[in-house]
């Protein structure tokens, strides 16, 4: 199962943009990234996922190098609601695994007022 | 919007007694999962079920636990008997069988063994 790389903790400050780096350097062809966060006392929810092409939803927005190499979950208003542990997961999509999500230690954002 | 389902929220037990959760998925939902989570640490698979079958139970300790799901539907995670590392909260998560399909979480059984 390929591995993905977080930085422990991140700072932002309210209202401000947050950029959430994950390094996936073994990600495979069938892998798909994606972002699940987990709110205090909360089971964790979806954020958005992609391939290979930038993504936008509703939540946020999911770059991805080109190498898929590596990504970033950018938030672009933070508000303390955001404060929780950011997941980046590749999940593979072929036909011949179970696609299971493996969860690493993820990343926990702080928002500060 | 539709939820994933948890009972109980809370659960206190003596070590070498038997604890049981349940959980009910989305309707619709095929594929169920049952992850562990210890205090600090990201959720770790312990079983996956796809209807009735279960797909991947690699991480799952089968000397104590056992899982089922046998309409396809509700499913029940047991540990038999519990011991003090068993304490974690139990996540139930439920998707549709396209990948491209997100998980739905339910929030969880906090279950502490004294």
């Known amino acids: 199962d390929a591995k993905t790389t977080q930085p422990n903790s991140m700072e932002s400050n309210e209202e401000e943009p947050v950029h959430l780096p994950c390094n996936h350097s073994t990600i495979s062809g069938t892998d798909y990234i994606h972002w699940y966060r987990q709110l205090p006392s909360q089971g964790p929810e979806y954020v958005i996922h992609?391939?290979?092409s930038n993504v936008n939803n509703r939540m946020a927005s999911l770059a991805i190098a080109e190498d898929r190499k590596s990504s970033t979950l950018i938030l672009h208003r933070a508000t303390l609601r955001d404060a929780a542990v950011y997941y980046c997961?590749?999940?593979?999509?072929?036909?011949?695994?179970?696609?299971?999500?493996?969860f690493g230690q993820g990343t926990t954002l702080q928002v500060k007022p | 919007e539709a939820e994933v389902a948890q009972s109980p929220r809370y659960k206190i037990t003596e070590k070498s007694q038997a604890v049981a959760f349940w959980c009910d998925p989305i309707s619709g939902h095929a594929t169920l999962y049952w992850y562990r989570q210890i205090l600090g640490q990201g959720p770790e698979l312990l079983v996956q079920f796809q209807d009735e079958s279960v797909v991947d139970d690699s991480q799952l300790p089968k000397d104590r636990f056992s899982a089922e799901r046998l309409k396809g539907v509700d499913s029940t995670l047991k540990i038999q008997p519990a011991e003090l590392g068993d304490s974690a909260m139990y996540l139930c998560?439920?998707?549709?069988?396209?990948?491209?399909?997100?998980?739905?979480f339910g929030n969880g059984t906090r279950l502490t063994v004294t």
């Open positions: 992609g391939l290979t």
């Open positions: 997961i590749l999940r593979d999509h072929g036909s011949s695994n179970t696609g299971k999500l493996i």
């Open positions: 998560a439920s998707s549709f069988l396209d990948r491209n399909s997100p998980l739905h």
